[in-house]
């Protein structure tokens, strides 16, 4: 199993950044799948979820309204638009795979390997 997350990048403050989680050797279509980051000196935190199920899809109150999740199952790959980013998402950001909720570091069954983000102020 492979989660190959890319798109990271510098971005100045209120810029935007598209992220990409190219899976391989699963289907994400059987799995919720998800994103988290870790900052300097800080846990990992959970940051958007997309259930397989109707999409349905949860953020962190700390993004909501900013960061967009999607995936296209045709492509077997997960998306996640930054959008009017801050100073304080500079983090690198992990895509994740559950069969549970994937919205706890401890329960995720699988990992991508992350991609940089860094935002300028």
């Known amino acids: 199993v492979q989660l190959q997350a890319s798109g990271g990048g510098l971005v100045q403050a209120g810029g935007s950044l598209r992220l990409s989680c190219a899976a391989s050797?699963?289907?994400?279509?059987?799995?919720?799948m998800g994103w988290f980051r870790q900052a300097p000196g800080k846990e990992r935190e959970f940051v958007a979820r997309?259930?397989?199920?109707?999409?349905?899809?949860y953020y962190s109150d700390s993004v909501k309204g900013r960061f967009t999740i999607s995936r296209d199952d045709a492509k077997n790959t997960m998306y996640l638009q930054l959008d009017s980013l801050k100073p304080e998402d500079t983090a690198v950001y992990y895509c994740?795979?559950?069969?549970?909720?994937?919205?706890?570091?401890?329960?995720?069954?699988?990992w991508g390997q992350g991609t940089q983000v860094t935002v300028s102020s």
């Open positions: 050797g699963l289907t994400i279509s059987h799995y919720v």
């Open positions: 994740a795979a559950d069969n549970g909720a994937c919205d706890r570091v401890q329960d995720v069954d699988y």
């Open positions: 997309i259930a397989w199920r109707y999409h349905a899809t």
